[in-house]
């Protein structure tokens, strides 16, 4: 069973940085792709930003773009969100989720492991 922890979320001003970080067990971590996504009060869960299983690729929603990165340390298995240029509509519970395989979608369905999220709240 894989278990996956993130950390890092907080209170912000608009206009600052956070990282996140998503920790998951077990031996296979770096065959899969890593996910976050994000899901503000009365919204559905979106998608925010995928890298695949290698760290060489990565994509993100049009909504983030230029602002937050993904990466990941597959020695510490390991996957981060850098959170830059904070805006309050950026304020949602933020989760970190495991690939199908070794290549990150947009889609939901496509990750079968959820962490339990970490809230970021940005104020204006």
């Known amino acids: 069973q894989v278990q996956i922890l993130e950390s890092g979320g907080g209170l912000v001003q608009a206009g600052g940085s956070l990282r996140l970080s998503c920790t998951a067990t077990?031996?296979?971590?770096?065959?899969?792709?890593m996910g976050w996504f994000r899901q503000a009060p009365g919204k559905e869960r979106e998608f925010v930003a995928g890298i695949t299983q290698s760290g060489y690729s990565t994509t993100d929603a049009d909504s983030v773009r230029g602002r937050f990165t993904i990466s990941r340390d597959n020695a510490k298995n390991t996957v981060y969100l850098q959170l830059n240029s904070l805006k309050p509509e950026d304020t949602a519970v933020y989760f970190c989720a495991r690939g199908r395989t070794a290549w990150p979608t947009h889609a939901r369905n496509d990750y079968d492991y959820w962490g339990q999220g970490a809230q970021v709240t940005v104020s204006s």
């Open positions: 077990g031996r296979t971590f770096s065959n899969y792709a």
